[in-house]
């Protein structure tokens, strides 16, 4: 389902009144009203009060640069920030600058918004932008502009406009960790560490590399719902008009760096060698890959996102959109997905882990798969329209199902016809699937004891699959390309 602000209102309203029934320490709450910044981070310190900041636009360099954060450590507050807006010019700070450590709050409101001192709202010359790291492209190390390690915390109709980050144009090609070509300064979104935390109403527009949500152990039980996630793409062909020396990829010819990991592998294989053949040969074997053309790049990480033991999380009426990963979800303990869409992004749009459940939501696979599947999870539930993906480039599939047992059913949305017919790919055994599109089926060699109804065609290269065709009405707006198309 679109992202819509107005239902998102209503469940933030809906989830304050049982945020507050269920913590009885909330009805009893001293008044406090702020109106500058230092009042505000005083204020959030404290316990059991309803802090409402006067409405009007703040910049964090009102603190001093010591304290240029707020530290929400009280508990059992409710921090009204509705009309507020605070700018944080980037070089400002270099760590985030909201942390809710306490539990039992309410955070509502505020538009947090990075901005550069040099007045750029939008970057488009990637080559200026970068050289001019000391200044623009400063990020926050590895930190969220928002990070919730508290537990039992409401964050409700808040919105985070993230800048600044090294390097920024490139999405991951020059690294995303520790093994990093050029130097790494990334810039989060929210990152949640608490348990029962829930996110509900926000927007995440995010203009730098980094996650927009994203949780980490010791996190549980998270909701995230109502929500808006917004990347930035980039056609790679671009990369390879930036040609000054001083540009990233004119400094990588044009290649994506091998990982530590292929050099040391190259090495050991070199010195296996006579000297002079082995240098050669281990500068060949860890060479890097020409940058691809005729893709799309994500300039930012994944739109929500759970890493290892970051516990249970559900994601709710939610729109991710130009992001690396969409709604990435496969290291989560367990993991449900309501009628959610994840759109444009350039690695996978959804992924699940095992036992995990999608159910009414919808997608497209324009840049990248529907569904990648990651890590071959198994016994997932998945209820997905497909969208019309017209624009598609790329050679990826349309999804690639690895994994064993699921149970999946793929219904077909209004639309122009796609030029090309990308094809839903079965790995794996023993999963029930139903094609409700015209778009092909292919079961491969390890596909086997699958049962699969498709009103597409199918071609099956598999063992023991039980294979059926159906009949769907056409629609007015969506006429079926005859099957031997792509």
């Given at each position: 389902?679109?992202?819509r602000?107005?239902?998102?209102?209503?469940?933030?309203?809906?989830?304050?009144?049982?945020f507050?029934?269920?913590c009885?320490?909330?009805?009893?709450?001293?008044?406090?009203?702020?109106?500058?910044?230092?009042?505000l981070?005083?204020?959030?310190?404290?316990?059991?009060?309803?802090?409402?900041?006067?409405?009007?636009?703040?910049?964090?360099?009102d603190?001093?640069?010591?304290?240029?954060?707020?530290?929400?450590?009280?508990?059992?507050?409710?921090?009204?920030?509705?009309?507020?807006?605070?700018?944080?010019?980037?070089?400002?700070?270099?760590?985030?600058?909201?942390?809710?450590?306490?539990?039992?709050?309410?955070?509502?409101?505020?538009?947090?918004?990075?901005?550069?001192?040099?007045?750029?709202?939008?970057?488009?010359?990637?080559?200026a932008?970068?050289?001019?790291?000391?200044?623009?492209?400063?990020?926050?190390?590895?930190?969220?502009?928002?990070a919730?390690?508290?537990d039992?915390?409401?964050?409700?109709g808040?919105?985070?406009?993230?800048r600044?980050?090294?390097?920024?144009g490139?999405?991951?090609?020059?690294g995303?960790?520790?093994?990093?070509?050029?130097?790494?300064?990334?810039r989060?979104g929210?990152?949640?560490?608490?348990?029962?935390?829930?996110?509900?109403?926000?927007e995440?527009?995010?203009?730098a590399f980094g996650?927009g949500?994203?949780?980490?152990?010791p996190?549980?039980?998270?909701?995230?719902?109502?929500?808006?996630?917004?990347?930035?793409?980039?056609?790679?062909?671009?990369?390879y008009?930036?040609?000054n020396?001083?540009?990233?990829?004119?400094r990588?010819?044009?290649?994506i760096?091998?990982?530590?990991?292929?050099?040391?592998?190259?090495?050991?294989?070199g010195?296996?060698?006579?000297?002079?053949?082995?240098?050669?040969?281990?500068?060949?074997?860890?060479?890097g890959t020409?940058?691809?053309?005729?893709?799309?790049?994500?300039?930012?990480?994944d739109?929500?996102?759970?890493?290892?033991?970051?516990?249970?999380?559900?994601v709710?009426?939610?729109?991710?959109k130009?992001m690396r990963g969409?709604?990435?979800?496969?290291?989560?303990?367990?993991?449900?997905?309501?009628?959610?869409t994840?759109?444009?992004c350039?690695?996978t749009?959804?992924?699940?882990p095992?036992?995990?459940r999608?159910?009414?939501?919808?997608?497209?696979f324009?840049?990248a798969p529907?569904?990648d599947?990651?890590?071959?999870?198994?016994?997932?539930?998945?209820?997905?329209?497909i969208?019309?993906s017209?624009?598609?480039?790329?050679?990826?599939?349309?999804?690639d199902?690895?994994?064993?047992?699921?149970?999946?059913?793929?219904?077909?949305?209004?639309?122009?016809?796609?030029?090309?017919?990308r094809?839903?790919?079965?790995?794996?055994?023993?999963?029930?699937?139903?094609?409700?599109?015209?778009?092909?089926?292919?079961?491969?060699?390890?596909?086997?004891?699958n049962?699969?109804?498709?009103?597409?065609?199918?071609?099956?290269?598999?063992?023991?699959?039980?294979?059926s065709?159906?009949?769907?009405?056409?629609?007015?707006?969506?006429?079926?390309?005859?099957?031997?198309?792509?």
């Open positions: 389902m679109p992202w602000v107005g239902p998102g209102r209503r469940w933030s309203t809906i989830g304050c009144l049982f507050a029934a269920a009885p320490t909330l009805q009893a709450q001293t008044r406090v009203e702020v109106s500058t910044l230092p009042e981070r005083a204020a959030v310190q404290e316990d059991n009060q309803t802090i409402v900041m006067r409405s009007g636009r703040y910049s964090l360099t603190l001093p640069d010591d304290a240029r954060d707020l530290p929400c450590s009280g508990s059992n507050n409710t921090i009204e920030l509705v009309g507020v807006s605070v700018t944080t010019p980037v070089g400002a700070t270099r760590r985030g600058y909201i942390k809710i450590s306490g539990d039992n709050n309410v955070f509502r409101g505020g538009v947090f918004e990075d901005v550069y001192q040099n007045g750029l709202e939008e970057v488009t010359d990637f080559s932008y970068n050289q001019d790291r000391s200044r623009l492209a400063k990020g926050l190390g590895g930190d969220a502009v928002l919730i390690t508290g039992n915390n409401l964050i409700a808040t919105k985070l406009i993230v600044g980050s090294f390097p920024y490139y999405g991951s090609i020059y995303i960790g520790a093994e990093n070509a050029f130097g790494l300064d990334k989060c929210i990152l949640v560490k608490g348990e029962s935390n829930i996110i509900d109403g926000c995440v527009q995010q203009r996650h949500i994203y949780m980490q152990s996190a549980d039980r998270t909701v995230v719902r109502n929500t808006l996630v917004e990347g930035v793409l980039r056609p790679s062909n671009e990369l008009l930036e040609t020396p001083r540009d990233l990829p004119a990588s010819n044009y290649e760096p091998p990982s530590r990991a292929s050099r040391r592998r190259g090495r050991g294989r010195r296996n060698r006579d000297e002079n053949r082995g240098r050669e040969a281990g500068r060949e074997e860890v060479a020409p940058i691809p053309r005729d893709t799309m790049i994500p300039l930012a990480e739109g929500i996102r759970v890493y290892t033991r970051g516990g249970s999380v559900t709710e009426n939610c729109t991710v130009k969409g709604i990435r979800l496969y290291m989560a303990s367990r993991a449900t997905v309501i009628n959610s994840a759109i444009d350039g690695d749009n959804f992924n699940l095992s036992d995990g999608i159910v009414g939501s919808s997608g497209n324009a840049y529907l569904s599947f990651r890590l071959s999870r198994s016994r997932q539930k998945i209820e997905l329209t969208l019309p017209t624009q598609s480039i790329g050679t990826h599939n349309l999804a199902i690895l994994g064993d047992e699921h149970n999946i059913i793929f219904h077909r949305a209004d639309g122009p016809p796609d030029a090309k017919l094809a839903i790919v079965i790995h794996g055994s023993g999963s029930t699937i139903k094609n409700e599109t015209h778009y092909p089926m292919t079961l491969l060699p390890t596909a086997n004891r049962t699969v109804e498709s009103c597409g065609p199918v071609t099956d290269l598999g063992s023991g699959n039980e294979v065709r159906i009949e769907l009405p056409v629609s007015k707006t969506d006429t079926p390309s005859p099957p031997n198309q792509g």
